[in-house]
């Protein structure tokens, strides 16, 4: 089976743009997670979703939301980027719900903000 | 006081070491999870546990309910092994919190 794909891999923004990951995960996969991982704030949650629905969310401000479709690919959007939100995204999908079955991460998309 | 905390920050080993990290945490959990992360970034779950002791050919981790507190243990220590290994705790449906990770390096 091919792994979790994220895409793009690498993207340069500037202060004030929007910018959409996409997250493929595995097939037959049901959930996918989305994480941030900072050099200062190490890896955070950002949220989860199971069937297209929310299910939770870390605590990050509204800019930052997501969507899964109906076959199970996820995307995140940050709109009106800081320079902060420079970062690696990372995505990971599970067969079931996060805290039951075991995660399988993507290769991340490493965001720079200018 | 993080609620995720690991020890040691950094291990340097010679290859065939036996090697262990430490992760407790204060809040009361139903998984903890050990990631790996290579340089470059792609992160791979190691283990997923709720109790006892699992091992997955040279890793073995090992959690205490009781004590909050899990080891992952690396026998026969590879340089391929460097890496960093980061602890992470989830309760039932909330949110994954994650230690600061262990930064690895095996040499020959």
């Known amino acids: 089976k091919a792994g979790v794909t994220q895409t793009p891999r690498y993207l340069i923004k500037t202060r004030g743009q929007q910018v959409t990951l996409s997250c493929s995960p595995i097939?037959?996969?049901?959930?996918v997670s989305w994480y941030q991982q900072t050099p200062g704030q190490g890896l955070q949650f950002l949220f989860e979703?199971?069937?297209?629905?929310?299910?939770n969310k870390g605590n990050f401000p509204g800019r930052f939301s997501g969507r899964q479709f109906s076959n199970s690919r996820s995307e995140m959007n940050v709109s009106t980027l800081e320079l902060g939100d420079s970062a690696l995204y990372l995505c990971?999908?599970?067969?079931?719900?996060?805290?039951?079955?075991?995660?399988?991460f993507g290769p991340g998309t490493r965001l720079t903000v200018t | 006081k993080n609620e995720v905390e690991q020890s040691p920050q950094n291990l340097t080993a010679q290859e065939g070491e036996f090697i262990t990290i430490n992760c407790s945490y204060s809040?009361?959990?139903?998984?903890l999870h050990w990631l790996q992360q290579h340089p470059g970034g792609g992160i791979v779950s190691l283990f997923m546990?709720?109790?006892g002791k699992k091992k997955h050919g040279r890793l073995i981790a090992t959690i205490n309910i009781q004590e909050k507190h899990s080891s992952l243990h690396i026998t026969a220590s590879h340089p391929r092994d460097s890496a960093v290994y980061i602890c992470?705790?989830?309760?039932?449906?909330?949110?994954?919190?994650f230690g600061t990770g262990t930064r690895l390096q095996v040499f020959p």
């Open positions: 097939s037959g996969h049901r959930s």
């Open positions: 809040v009361g959990i139903s998984a």
């Open positions: 979703y199971f069937s297209e629905t929310q299910r």
């Open positions: 992470a705790v989830g309760r039932n449906t909330d949110k994954l919190i």
């Open positions: 546990l709720s109790s």
């Open positions: 990971a999908s599970s067969l079931g719900v996060r805290e039951r079955y075991e995660q399988y």
